[in-house]
T-cell receptor, first 116, second 116 residues
Framework: AQTVTQSQPEMSVQEAETVTLSCTYD???????LFWYKQPPSRQMILVIR??????QNATENRFSVNFQKAAKSFSLKISDSQLGDTAMYFC?????????????FGKGTKLSVKP | ETGVTQTPRHLVMGMTNKKSLKCEQH?????MYWYKQSAKKPLELMFV???????ENNSVPSRFSPECPNSSHLFLHLHTLQPEDSALYLC???????????????FGDGTRLSIL
């Protein structure tokens, strides 16, 4: 069975600075997908970034980038130039490439606060 | 119209009541999901529907009964719930399960359910 661990329940960062959220996972699969989702207070969960495990290049989306270390089963999220609107719960998630039936395995989340 | 709409946003019910949660997606997706989000726990996948057929049921108690009349609508019928069922219930959709994994899921705002 797959598991996803986010070891930082809460973090804070000053506006305009950079912060890195950690995520590790455990799986025997070789091909899979990894995601970071963001859930602002009382708002919808939205996809931040997606990584395909068979691609070595780290995914980036504007100020958001990942450091994907397949051998270490690590998938950290870096947020550059933090903005107040980045305050949210961040969830790391895993999905098998085949036979997943859409089953996303989530971590417990990291609560990020961006301070002015 | 937002992509995935859930109603009601809040629901308070007694343990003997029967109620239903509704989810509607306007994205033309073929797969829909129900998740349970409890405090300090990872999101738990409850049910997955693909083209109106249930493809996943993660050992959910029978007091939760899903219904998917078409690919745009998903219901969760509730009866004889327990206090531990109080949680945020999230609906999500994705394009298609048949083309393989890794497709992002789009979430609704959720229904905050409180059991008295």
């Amino acid at each position: 069975a797959q598991t996803v661990t986010q070891s930082q329940p809460e973090m804070s960062v000053q506006e305009a600075e950079t912060v890195t959220l950690s995520c590790t996972y455990d799986t025997s699969e070789n091909n899979y997908y990894l995601f970071w989702y963001k859930q602002p207070p009382s708002r919808q969960m939205i996809l931040v970034i997606r990584q395909e495990a068979y691609k070595q290049q780290n995914a980036t989306e504007n100020r958001f980038s990942v450091n994907f270390q397949k051998a270490a089963k690590s998938f950290s999220l870096k947020i550059s130039d933090s903005q107040l609107g980045d305050t949210a719960m961040y969830f790391c998630a895993f999905m098998k490439r085949r036979g997943s039936q859409g089953n996303l395995i989530f971590g417990k989340g990291t609560k990020l606060s961006v301070k002015p | 119209e937002t992509g995935v709409t859930q109603t009601p946003r809040h629901l308070v019910m007694g343990m003997t009541n029967k109620k239903s949660l509704k989810c509607e997606q306007h994205l033309g997706h073929n797969a829909m999901y129900w998740y349970k989000q409890s405090a300090k726990k990872p999101l738990e996948l409850m049910f997955v529907y693909s083209l109106e057929e249930r493809v996943e049921n993660n050992s959910v108690p029978s007091r939760f009964s899903p219904e998917c009349p078409n690919s745009s609508h998903l219901f969760l019928h509730l009866h004889t719930l327990q206090p531990e069922d109080s949680a945020l219930y999230l609906c999500a959709s994705s394009q298609d399960l048949l083309v393989g994994g890794g497709q992002p899921q789009h979430f609704g705002d959720g229904t905050r359910l409180s059991i008295l």
